[in-house]
């Protein structure tokens, strides 16, 4: 399948981005919020519109001068395709340029087999009216790179394991690829459409089967030497704490006697109040607090977000438990360090993980 490549100037990117976060901005304020010149936004608009991603539209006044455009963005000049592949489930969305979900669907096949689900992932495509504008399609698989596009997942996933993804997945999709992992993906997709769009710098930690983080630091990606930044189930085993997760909540729940057939079960039907909730938060409450602190404390981001496939209600309450220390300890010269917000994710626990994959393929080709 043929897709449309757009080569864009760095200043044409600042633009977009900015119109596609807003929806629509005038020429006045893309020159106040970029920092360019008039006639650098005025080239950049027009760049844009010749490539059919902006429109322009109506003048309004602001103050003194001349009135200003308005450039809207043209949410079906381009779509992306992100596939998220868990240990249970594995599902595709079609972004818009504006960052709507234009059509989903569930592909989780028994064994959670390579052959199977981008075969339902290709019978999705050719169901879309606008396949010929897709740009691309991002893939987020759980597990750790062992070099560009190759990752280790857990056993469940053997048939992803230790593959050239990028190369699979686009040649059998006709489409470029490009792939991360799950806790990465998640945070580009909260960093463009979800919690994260009001700030530059936050550490994305995603609760699913396992646990992972994605760092994001003046609007970008931080990989690491090998794409590996924000592994920190790995941690907790020094620590002498229990890694807190999905499975673990799942194994708690099941000896209070509510039974769940698998996590996306208990992610759909959870109830704060099941029996067994309260008693896994007070067990892990202490594994939380201390990741906070570890994250608060050696990354010094502006805000620590809390979300992949966690329950949203059990998220905030993970969250309103929280302490910080140092509030309890004196002040130096009656000043305290910068305190880092600790907030829910905004994303839909079950999508977060396909809207970032989505997000990370209109990241990479048209705003990074």
């Given amino acids: 399948m043929a897709t449309k490549e757009y080569r864009l100037t760095q200043r044409a990117r600042r633009v977009l981005a900015l119109v596609r976060r807003q929806g629509r901005m005038s020429r006045s304020d893309l ?8 006639t650098a936004v005025f080239r950049a608009t027009e760049e844009l519109e010749a490539a059919g991603l902006l429109r322009s539209g109506e003048t309004i006044a602001q103050g003194r001068g001349q009135p200003s455009t308005m450039m ?10 992100g596939l998220s592949v868990m240990t249970d489930r594995a599902d595709v969305v079609l972004l818009d340029l504006a960052g709507e979900v234009r059509a989903r669907r569930d592909v989780s096949a028994p064994g ?7 075969g339902a992932v290709a019978a999705f495509v050719a169901e879309q009216p606008n396949r010929d504008r897709i740009v691309g399609i991002g893939l987020a698989v759980a597990g750790f790179f062992t070099a560009p596009s190759i990752i280790n997942p ?10 050239d993804l990028a190369e699979t997945v686009g ?7 490009m792939v991360e992992n799950l806790a990465n993906a998640a ?6 459409l979800g919690a994260g769009v009001d700030y530059a710098s936050f550490c994305y930690v995603n609760v699913a089967a396992g646990l992972g983080a ?16 924000g592994e920190i189930a790995g941690m907790f085993h020094f620590a002498n704490l229990t890694t807190p997760n999905l499975a673990d909540l799942q194994g708690t729940l099941a000896r209070h006697g509510v039974v769940c057939n698998g996590i996306a079960d208990l992610v759909t039907r959870f109830e704060l109040t099941w029996p067994g909730v309260d008693a896994w938060l007070a067990e892990r409450q202490s594994s939380f607090a201390w990741l906070f602190q570890m994250l608060r404390y050696t990354l010094d981001c502006e805000v620590i977000v809390l979300g992949g496939r966690l329950p949203r209600p059990l998220a905030q309450r993970i969250v309103d438990d929280m302490v910080w220390p140092e509030f309890s300890l004196p002040a130096r010269r009656e000043v ?8 829910v994710a905004a994303l839909d626990p079950e999508l977060s993980a396909s809207l970032g994959a989505a997000s990370l393929v209109l990241h990479r080709t048209m705003f990074d």
């Fill in 31 to 38: 020159i106040r919020d970029t920092g360019l010149s008039g």
């Fill in 72 to 81: 809207h963005i043209v949410a079906d000049a381009a779509f992306s395709l």
């Fill in 112 to 118: 959670v087999t390579r052959a199977a689900i981008l």
């Fill in 154 to 163: 857990s056993a469940e996933l053997d048939d992803w394991a230790l593959i």
């Fill in 171 to 177: 040649r059998s999709l006709g489409m470029p690829a």
């Fill in 187 to 192: 945070a580009i997709g909260e960093r463009l």
């Fill in 214 to 229: 994605g760092l994001v630091d003046g609007g970008q990606l931080i990989r690491g030497r090998h794409g590996n930044a």
């Fill in 336 to 343: 305290r360090a910068p305190s880092t917000l600790l907030i």
